[in-house]
């Protein structure tokens, strides 16, 4: 996801430094652009939207593609490959971190009636407002793919629930790119060295946790100050904090017990400092710490993004497993931290072709094999894990942990029109940082959470 | 300097009619102004005009009296983002009218010419970067990771950014930025305000016996008093705009820093989020009225459009 080598190398120089800031940034950036919720059992409401009206079509007409850096090479790889396809590439930000930079230019080319690109990549949140109208009389910006324009049968072929936060009203209004199953991650290596068992429940983590802190102080098992860190944690543990229960009604109750189990083991690893209040990808963590995080949960995309790239963990000591279990819980579920679509406009005068790009962007194994995140296409998921790039670098083979995890991701957290990351970062995290514990700022966080939800119309539950 | 020189231009504006001749000065005058106006009406009247309108209408143009203003203010982002930006002027504006007014009257009277034309120039620097650059200055300054001050901000107790970020360090710190930008160029202009009291003045208060300080408070100051609330004015519009700093904060903090800090950013989430002009508009004309406030009271109590008595 990192477009420039690699950005956290320490160096003496100050020049190099401030580059490896910036560049930090912007991989954070990148990296969280995954960072949004997903999976949301949008229940058809029947309403059967009028049949889509393409724009006025024209054979071979130009289209405009956004994509955000990391997926800017995938998109220079089908112009090379399909040079009789005339496309403009531009390249943003991608939707990363909550960022709401395509909803902002979509509105003004609403108003202004001219403007949209052809094919975005974005986040599941951008989904929320691209298949509704940005103002009266407006049409929505993504176009419905499942009408006549993507066959059922390639629909048909996303891992299970990954196309649920492309749906709304019964239509399908985009192609979900990859998905980013959590599962833990731990450094073989330091494990076997020390003699300590994978746990493969959470009280067995929380267990292990306290053990590594005295037994091995300054090494960690994991992190909560970063953006998405909710979604590997309170995600995982089923905590109804973005609960949809309707078109527009949110259920946010961390009150839940299943709230609660998680932020009392988070609290108790926190105090023993097994747990890190700093984020994996905060500036410096990677120079101070990178070395010494013995766990972490997380998503599929840390091997190489967080391990490989930032920390700089030789290869072949890291491993994950498969998502942890609450007693009592046979099949464990797991969250997910991101995970991009791709959406085709409504207002294109080349649908064909754009939607030609967008097929073969998410579905092809040309391109997805060697993608830099794990595809949402089940065929191409397959295809992924056996290309050596993304397994070699591993201790053990992570093909089990992560096809396990791809469908075992908790379906009720769902993909909101305002993003998760928001209330987590202003809210929680300063308040970490300032020494609260993260059950005495649940209550803190379920108001911003639903002041949030109230501002964007939806009706809020606390119970 | 420059701006006290533009001052008795303005004069003949007032005794236009008295003679031909001073007709013939103002007819150049409306020829120097006119560019300066059609730019106002164009990016400043018009679409001050226009923000009253979607303010007092709905997304179909229908009238809907103060409707917007009610919703916006019963948002629950409003209350803190007006109550932060108020912590924050109330900081800077005293900062800056203290510190330019103290430096300015020491480069004055107790610094030589040549070492004092060489802190006014340093002192500007800072103002010539732009906003976006200064923070980003600014990013560096306070993370201790990369800041050349870290052992500063250790001592303070601050050991990672994101303890620097905590919110309430917030008006501190957009404080300090202001500060490094805007107060250079103020000094230079009130070290020039200074500059226009008439040295017989100066004179007549040593000989009656006032030291520096005394001249500076009894006569230095009050003769100064319309600079000091023209720069108020000018640094409260500003201020109640703050825009830049959290929003490029709120990026590079990765979230940390609240979205809707400031009204400023209130009223961009509320454009370019919700797509609710409307009520956008009627956060920037809240902003307007606050400003308006501020400018008329403090015209009304420096006299600043009273002219020199002749």
Sequence with gaps: MRSTGSPRTASPRRGARIGALAAALAGVVALAGCGASASTSTTPSGSGSATFKPAGQKDGAQITVWADSTRLPSVQAYQKSHPDVKMKIVTYDGGADGSTYLQTKVQLFDRTGSGWPDVVFGSPTDVTWASAPTKPGAKPFAAPLDQSLVPQATLAGFAKGSLAPCQFNGHTYCMRNDIAQVVLWYNKTLMDKWGYQVPTTWDQYEALGEKVAKEHPGYLVGSVGDTNSQESYFWSSQCPAFQSTGPNSLRVALKDPKCTRMSTLLDKLIAAKAVSTEGFFSQGFAKSSGSKVLMAYGPSWYGQYLFKAAFNTPAKQMAASAPLTWPGETTPSTGNVGGGVWMVSSHSANLKASTDLVTWLTTSNDNQAAAPTYPAYAPAATAWLANPANRDYFATDVSGPFQQAANEVWTGWSNTKFSDATAWSSVVLPALTAGKTLTATLPAWQSAISDEAKADGYQVTNQ | ?310
């Excluded at chain 2, 007032?14 to 990016?43: D, I, Q």
């Excluded at chain 2, 916006?72 to 009218?97: E, G, I, K, N, Q």
């Design chain 2, 1 to 310: 300097m420059t701006l006290l020189e533009t001052r008795p231009v303005s004069l003949p504006a007032r005794r236009r009619g008295h003679t031909p001749r001073r007709r013939a000065g103002g007819r150049a005058g409306y020829f120097f102004v006119a560019g300066y106006t059609l730019l106002l009406l164009a990016f400043g009247v018009f679409p001050t005009c226009y923000a009253f309108y979607l303010a007092f209408t709905n997304d179909r143009g229908q009238f809907t009296g103060i409707n917007q203003f009610t919703k916006v203010a019963r948002d629950y982002r409003f209350v803190p983002a007006f109550s932060h930006v108020l912590v924050y002027l109330a900081l800077w504006l005293v900062t800056l009218v203290v510190l330019t007014v103290l430096v300015a009257v020491v480069l004055r009277g107790r610094v030589r010419p040549g070492v004092s034309a060489l802190f006014r120039f340093l002192y500007y620097i800072p103002g010539a970067l732009a906003g976006v650059a200064s923070v980003l200055v600014w990013l560096f300054m306070l993370d201790p990771d990369v800041s050349p001050v870290s052992w500063l901000l250790s001592a303070l107790g601050m050991h990672s950014f994101a303890a620097v970020l905590a919110p309430g360090n917030l008006p501190w710190i957009f404080m300090l930025i202001a500060f490094w930008t805007g107060a250079g160029g103020w000094m230079v202009v009130m070290y020039g305000a200074l500059n226009n009291i008439p040295d017989e003045v100066l004179e007549a208060a040593r000989m009656d016996g006032a030291g520096p300080w005394r001249t500076a408070w009894y006569v230095q100051i009050p003769m100064i008093r319309q600079w000091i609330a023209y720069m108020t004015i000018l640094a409260f519009a500003g201020g109640t705009q703050l825009f830049v700093e959290p929003q490029l904060l709120q990026t590079a903090s990765l979230g940390r820093v609240s979205p809707t800090w400031s009204p400023n950013q209130l009223a961009y989430v509320y454009a370019f989020q919700q797509g609710d002009f409307n009520g956008a508009a009627a956060i920037s004309v809240f902003l307007l009225v606050l400003g308006l406030l501020c400018a008329g009271l403090l015209v009304a109590r420096s006299n600043m459009f009273t002219l020199d008595e002749k």
